[in-house]
């Protein structure tokens, strides 16, 4: 419980902390143009509470104390400061505030006379701010880019950018940016002799700003108001708009714009010939100079002497932070040591008794791999001579087999001889029956019965032969089983006919024995034999029976 309640205390507090740090940074970046030495020394005090280098409170208080150093001339350390924010803020991808700190360095270089590096400033600015996307942003650049212009006297390039960044203003209808454009305008159409212009721009400059409520510019735009009637030579007005600002000076505590509004107010009366008058305004102004003078050097001091103190006591600090970590490096190197120590001891313990178990592991493994490999050459030569007489039973099966096998195939090969012969007794038969019938029409009719008769005991003898080819053929395909599978497969267009005659032609019988059989002729043979080659797709000099004979 008591953890608890401390972590919820330590974040409590730790949020307080943070938000006091917030309204510090928000009243230093609002009021430091009014109260610098506030602003100051808040904008200081986040920054040196901030230990985490990359934190954005250290970025933000760093801007602000840049923008004040370069304010009161101190452009080294001015630039420092940015660029230590400009480095923050890129590295955390805040690239608003990035391009706010990479503007105000161009700014400090273009005031040291350094216009190369603070264009490339402003450049990098205006790019960073197009990747962003931001309207108000890419306008701000614009116009830091057309303040650059005006300073160098080149006032069309300036109008050129003040007026892209004023539209891009009123596009997002940022009436901050458009006042600080509208006075930007003014100050170049003044600077041009153009007094109409710069009026107008002026005129909405101070209407914008009392809007907004910044009362320090806009008393400057009453004073450049007031400034333009001068230059136009219309005293009363000229008077009436300087007296105001002067007024407004004096209630808000502006001191740099009452010494302006007097200075301007002894040039309207020096033009009018009222020199009485303008000597008490210009010695008016001079007592503010004195006063400001005096000010800014006793502020200027007392910043220096603060700023040499907190960097004493920074460097103090980091110095203890510094002894601090080495103390506690040392003690962590100790605590190292020691647990490394123990941890070496643990471990040398620990891998000589797991060394002893393996060792017991290796010895047990060892006897049962011994009594295994016994048991195993014990089986194994029990299995040697139980295979060995395996294989001395299925040689004598396969011999028996093999004998069984040749005496079918003498057989089979008995048979189909005898088939053959059947088949050329029968078909010699036949061709003896036709020469018969042939003596029959030759023959006297008295002769004719017994010539008959004979026939027809020759015919009823070959009945008996009248299966002796399909005997054939079933003892052939048990001599030669996928004979005729594997004709038909490879050609499938062989008639019945083409395979009795590859049937023959396989047995190797000669020309004369084949005619017989097939009842034909030697020259029809030949035909048939011719025919069969071309559908064997046998080239000229193959041989017919050898192919057959392969097949």
């Known amino acids: 419980m008591r953890r608890i309640i401390a972590i919820i205390f330590i974040v409590a507090f730790g949020g307080l902390i943070s938000s006091a740090q917030n309204q510090s940074l928000q009243y230093a970046s609002q009021y430091y143009e009014i109260k ?31 923008i004040m150093l370069y304010q009161q001339g101190a452009f080294h350390k001015s630039a420092a400061y940015l660029l230590e924010s400009a480095d923050i803020y890129e590295k955390r991808e805040v690239l608003q505030e990035y391009v706010h700190s990479l503007n105000w360095l161009g700014a400090v270089n273009q005031y040291g006379k350094q216009f190369e590096l603070a264009w490339q400033y402003y450049d990098h600015a205006f ?7 931001d309207s108000s942003l890419i306008a701000a650049c614009l116009g830091w880019k057309g303040h650059y212009y005006e300073k160098i006297s080149i006032p069309d390039s300036a109008l050129v950018l003040q007026k892209r960044a004023l539209h891009l203003f009123e596009l997002v209808n940022d009436q901050k940016g458009m006042a600080r454009i509208y006075d930007n305008l003014g100050s170049v159409y003044e600077d041009e002799g153009t007094y109409d212009s710069a009026y107008y721009y002026f005129s909405m400059s101070s209407l914008l700003n009392h809007r907004l409520g910044n009362m320090n510019s806009f008393v400057v735009n009453i004073n450049n108001l007031g400034d333009i009637f001068r230059k136009t030579e219309k005293w009363n007005k000229a008077l009436i708009y300087t007296d105001s600002a002067l007024r407004l000076a004096d209630r ?40 400001i003078f005096e000010e800014s050097n006793a502020r200027r001091l007392t910043q220096l002497q603060a700023l040499y103190e907190m960097e004493r006591k920074e460097s103090r600090i980091l110095a203890l932070e510094r002894e601090k970590d080495q103390q506690s490096f040392l003690k962590m190197m100790f605590v190292a040591i020691i647990a490394l120590v123990l941890t070496i001891a643990i471990l040398v313990v620990s891998q000589q008794r797991m060394r002893i178990q393996k060792n017991k592991q290796i010895i047990k493994q060892n006897k049962k791999i011994h009594d295994t490999r016994q048991a195993l050459t014990t089986a194994e030569l029990k299995n040697a001579l139980l295979n060995e007489d395996k294989l001395k039973a ?33 078909n010699n038969f036949l061709e003896n029956l036709k020469d018969e019938l042939r003596e029959i029409q030759k023959a006297d009719k008295k002769d004719r019965g017994q010539i008959v008769r004979r026939i027809v005991a020759s015919i009823n003898q070959s009945f008996t032969q009248d299966e002796d080819w399909k005997e054939f ?44 059989i097939l009842g034909i002729s030697l020259d029809s043979l030949r035909v048939s034999r011719y025919r069969l080659r ?12 050898a192919t057959l004979m392969e097949s």
Do not use: W
């Open 127 to 133: 790019h960073i701010a197009n990747e962003v996307g």
């Open 394 to 426: 299925e040689l004598e099966n396969k011999a028996l087999l093999e004998k069984k096998l040749r005496e079918d195939l003498v057989t089979k090969s008995q048979v189909l001889t005898s088939h053959t012969l059947q088949l050329i007794r029968k």
């Open 252 to 291: 808000y505590e502006l001191v740099y714009q009452k010494r302006s509004a007097y200075r301007d107010m002894a040039k309207i009366y020096s033009a009018m010939g009222l020199h009485e008058k303008a000597n008490e305004a210009l010695e008016a102004a001079y007592d503010l100079n004195a006063r």
């Open 534 to 545: 071309k559908k064997l797709k046998i080239e000229n000099g193959g041989s017919l029976s």
């Open 473 to 516: 053929q079933k003892v052939f395909e048990q001599i030669h089983p996928e004979f005729y599978t594997r004709l038909q497969a490879r050609y499938p267009e062989l008639s019945s006919s083409d395979l009795r005659l590859c049937a023959l032609l396989k047995l190797n019988l000669n020309s004369t024995d084949i005619a017989t």
């Open 36 to 66: 610098p030495d506030t602003s100051f020394f808040l904008a200081k005090s986040v920054y040196l509470k901030q230990k985490d280098s990359l934190s954005l409170d250290r970025a933000k208080s760093a801007q602000i104390l840049g």
